[in-house]
């Protein structure tokens, strides 16, 4: 584990930001292809989320850079706009996440301008592009196997689509949606989700296991302990999630509009949970090393 240095901490903050921003694009971008007609009623406020999520994880990404420009300068900040330290990043794995992450930010801009099949495949081809970019440098690039890395693509696709639907559910329990048509896109968000939440824990265990190499390590190495407090974060948001879907959505389909606020609170809960995940993300692939 490396020392928490002003440098490290910054890289964790700024990671956290990216992580943020481009898993908010990329799964309101989902959101707004598979509900598009359902929730046309919601389509101003998915996509100004949408573009202000990418427009944030943009500027993250490239301040992400300018950090490991300075870090790789020795020196103050004037490092991260050292021309020779940005270009000799631009070459590496790192940059190569770098610019497919920012050119998928730019499709799922460009898909909230579009309608139909364009917007549909703009958000498709953006929403993949950025959750891959997460593949080429890190504990998952150099040397590992392909699988392992589509493995971890597909892991990411399933949490930005939970992610990016946080905030257009929220919104419709709110009471941007009548109470039975907020229960219906819920309804019809948890059938999806159940098929999305098996992959991505699946997928999940598979790169856990791999990077491990035993389930010892959880216990018996730093990375390990804070993997397994993260996957324990993910049971808790999981578990919130299906109480959501057994007990909140049929009271709305009743007309309990009880329901709907106690909704609005559980997706509040769920909100923050996903930045501890984030969080412990960030710090994982940032400042710990892989047990040897």
Known sequence: MMELDG????????????????????????????????????????????????????????????TQAG??????????????MLDLIRQTPAGDAYFARLAGLGLLVLSAALT?????????????????????????????????????TVHLL??????????????AAAGGLPLAETAELAERFGRLAAWIVGALVVAGVLVAWALLGTPL????????????????VVGALLALAAG???????AMRRGDVAAGKKLVRSINFEMALVLVILGATAALTTVMSLPA
């Open 7 to 66: 440098w490290a901490a910054a890289s964790v903050i700024i990671k956290i930001a990216v992580y943020a921003g481009a898993f908010v694009a990329a799964g309101t971008g989902l959101f707004r292809a598979v509900f598009a007609a359902q929730a046309v009623p919601l389509g101003q406020l998915v996509s100004r989320t949408l573009v202000i999520a990418a427009v944030c994880g943009s500027i993250a990404t490239l301040v992400q850079m300018g």
């Open 71 to 84: 870090m790789l300068a020795g020196g103050g900040l004037s490092g991260m706009i050292d021309g020779e």
């Open 116 to 152: 139909g099949h364009f917007a549909t495949a703009a958000s498709g081809f953006g929403a993949l592009a950025v959750c891959a970019s997460f593949c080429l440098s890190g504990h998952t690039s150099e040397g590992s196997p392909y699988p392992l890395q589509a493995l971890l």
């Open 158 to 171: 399933g949490i930005s689509y939970w992610v990016g639907a946080l905030m257009p559910l929220r919104a």
């Open 217 to 232: 390590a959880l216990v018996t190495s730093a990375y390990g302990r804070l993997l397994g407090l993260k996957l324990l």
């Open 244 to 250: 959501n879907k057994l007990r909140l959505t049929p």
